[in-house]
Structures are given as structure tokens and as C-alpha cells.
Antibody, heavy 117, light 106 residues
Framework: EVQLVESGGGLVQPGGSLRLSCAAS????????MHWVRQATGKGLEWVSA???????YYPGSVKGRFTISRENAKNSLYLQMNSLRAGDTAVYYC???????????WGQGTMVTVSS | SYELTQPPSVSVSPGQTASITCSGD??????ACWYQQKPGQSPVLVIY???KRPSGIPERFSGSNSGNTATLTISGTQAMDEADYYC?????????FGGGTKLTVL
């Protein structure tokens, strides 16, 4: 079964750091670009970062310089290091696999990140 | 930055056809895809490359994309189709989502 399972979410103070993980199974992880997408409660989807099969990375302006996406193909794992966290980063964070047509064909269940004092 | 605009809500009667639009500058020159998200669940891809359905997605879901507008059409809408729907496209190396449309099946 193709599956993505996120972990590492929790409560963190403003200015703090958190590292999210995403464990992939059921497909050849190293062959696909991967992404992080977040969703604040009651709000829409927001793309957070992408990493290509060659390790190239991409970010929107809202997180560039604060977030770092990485992957460890030997462990079928995707990561998101989040630094200098703000209240506005509070959201459910999903990892997603990029498939045909550059659409996200597989999503994890999400992990909640709360930034609050 | 590139923006995709969706109506906040669309209502449809059971058995009727629902159309959800997604507007963006020259969107027809890009591929659009659509996700369905039910409360408390992760998004599910329902349309990719403008009009293709992933395996397991019912035939009542279809899509089109031309000019500045992509459209998700649900024919013979069922109560189970009530959900939030998001369009998505790529702008160079960035991913852009529409704001989402809440589909209500009355």
C-alpha cells in the first residue's frame, strides 16, 4: 500500500524550532519529487516546500530562509526543519508525493504544529 | 505572484451538475488539477492534467481548462461529494493553490 506518514508536530514557542518527518512506503521514494503543504484551521491549502529527486529545493517567500526541506532516500524519509517559527506557521502540515502531471497523488494524514507561548 | 481564484461556495441539488471554476492569468497555458477534501481528512486528487481522472475516481468527475479558467464538473452529484475543492497549478517552480470552494449538496 502506498502510504505517507508524518510525525514530529507539537507545541512550540514563537522563535522556536521543530523538525517534521514523513515516512514513505509502497513506492520507490527516490524516484519522486516530494512536497510539504500546510493548512491552518478553517483555511485553505498552502504550499510550503518541494524537493526534487536530485535534492534541488524550492520554497515560497513566506518560509524561505526559515524552513529547510531534505530527504534521506536510504530511509525513505522526507523532512522539514522549521526555524524562527511564528504564530502564522500554526497549521496541519502534510507531506505529498508528486505524480503524473505534477499533481500531488498521495498525501499523508498530516501532523499538527502549534506555535504559541 | 500568481493567483488562482475560486468561488467560496457552490450549491447543487442531488442528481444535478455542479461546476466549480478556477481563474488565473493564462491558466489554460498551464496544467490544472483538483483536490477534494472532506472534513477532518487529507486532500484527495480527483483531476490532474486538466481532465484526467486518477484510478478510483468516479466518472462523474470531469475537468476542463481553457483561456483563463479551469472548471471541475461533477455530473449527477451525490451527497458524498459534499466537500471542499481546491484547484492547483504550477507557476514556474512554485505551486499555487486556489482558495477553495465549499460544495454543498442540498
Amino acid at each position: 500500500e502506498v502510504q505517507l506518514v508524518e510525525s514530529g508536530g507539537g507545541l512550540v514557542q514563537p522563535g522556536g524550532s521543530l523538525r517534521l518527518s514523513c515516512a514513505a512506503s509502497g513506492f520507490t521514494f527516490s524516484s519522486y519529487d516530494m512536497h510539504w503543504v500546510r493548512q491552518a484551521t478553517g483555511k485553505g491549502l498552502e504550499w510550503v516546500s518541494a524537493i526534487g529527486t536530485a535534492g534541488d529545493t524550492y520554497y515560497p517567500g513566506s518560509v524561505k530562509g526559515r524552513f529547510t526541506i531534505s530527504r534521506e532516500n536510504a530511509k525513505n524519509s522526507l523532512y522539514l526543519q522549521m526555524n524562527s517559527l511564528r504564530a502564522g506557521d500554526t497549521a496541519v502540515y502534510y507531506c505529498a508525493k508528486e505524480g503524473f502531471g505534477r499533481a500531488f497523488d498521495i498525501w499523508g494524514q498530516g501532523t499538527m504544529v502549534t506555535v504559541s507561548s | 505572484s500568481y493567483e488562482l481564484t475560486q468561488p467560496p461556495s457552490v450549491s447543487v441539488s442531488p442528481g444535478q451538475t455542479a461546476s466549480i471554476t478556477c481563474s488565473g492569468d493564462k491558466l489554460g497555458d498551464k496544467y490544472a488539477c483538483w483536490y477534494q477534501q472532506k472534513p477532518g481528512q487529507s486532500p484527495v486528487l480527483v483531476i490532474y492534467q486538466d481532465s484526467k481522472r486518477p484510478s478510483g475516481i468516479p466518472e462523474r468527475f470531469s475537468g476542463s481548462n481553457s483561456g483563463n479558467t479551469a472548471t471541475l464538473t461533477i455530473s449527477g452529484t451525490q451527497a458524498m461529494d459534499e466537500a471542499d475543492y481546491y484547484c492547483q497549478a504550477w507557476d514556474s517552480t512554485s505551486v499555487v493553490f486556489g482558495g477553495g470552494t465549499k460544495l454543498t449538496v442540498l
